[in-house]
């Protein structure tokens, strides 16, 4: 797998039933290994290690209705009263960060109503802050660090 634009962090792996597969340390499971998971998991590692976020606020890949049709998030950090402090969206490294993928967390966010905002394909990272009175987001060059 390509390298991405994190640092290097340490994956767990093995192979079962002629697949690969990557240990992910919030869900505590081996996932199949495909290009958005790579991301994904280094976006975890990136939340917990770098950004100090406990494993006890990230939930990953979690189903949600949105307009009575079932979607899936990639990883929702909370705060500690239970609201949504940063949602997350992961895409492969090959699918480009364009404003359709930026519609997709919007439309997911009007019912999540989180604080920040991470879009990543691993190569490419955007971060907002939400200001929900003007119905806008502001871009970021990093999101901040757990308190």
Known sequence: MENLNFPGYRFRFKN??????IFDTIRKKYVVFQPEEWV????IQFLTIDKEYPFSHINVEKQLMINSLKKRYDIVVYNPDGSIHILVECKAPSIKITKTVFDQIASYNMDLRANYLMVTNGLDHFYCQMDYDRSAYNFLRELPSFK
């Open 40 to 43: 994904r998991q280094h976006v």
């Open 16 to 21: 079962s039933e002629n697949k690969r597969l």
